[in-house]
């Protein structure tokens, strides 16, 4: 289950800066449509983007359920 807010902790923001732009851009972007509106990334993310981003949503929901405790 998703949590209804979602912390974007150090980690999220270093992993995320970390990135080239060319990646970082729709990363973000795929992440903020996932967590506000539910949208699917699959379409609009590479292979590789998606392998990135499937790791810092899960570094996102993570300590979401951390802060929630």
């Known amino acids: 289950m998703m949590p ?3 912390q974007f ?3 999220v923001n270093k992993s995320l ?3 080239p ?3 970082k851009s729709p990363i973000e972007e795929a ?3 996932e967590m506000t509106t539910g949208e699917s990334p ?3 993310l590479t292979p590789v983007q ?3 981003y499937l790791m810092i949503r899960d570094y996102a929901r993570r300590d979401s359920r951390r802060a929630a405790v």
């Open 42 to 44: 699959e379409s609009v």
């Open 21 to 23: 732009a060319d990646m």
């Open 4 to 6: 209804s807010t979602y």
């Open 31 to 33: 992440l903020i449509a």
């Open 17 to 19: 800066n970390s990135l």
């Open 50 to 52: 998606m392998i990135v």
């Open 9 to 11: 902790s150090d980690r």
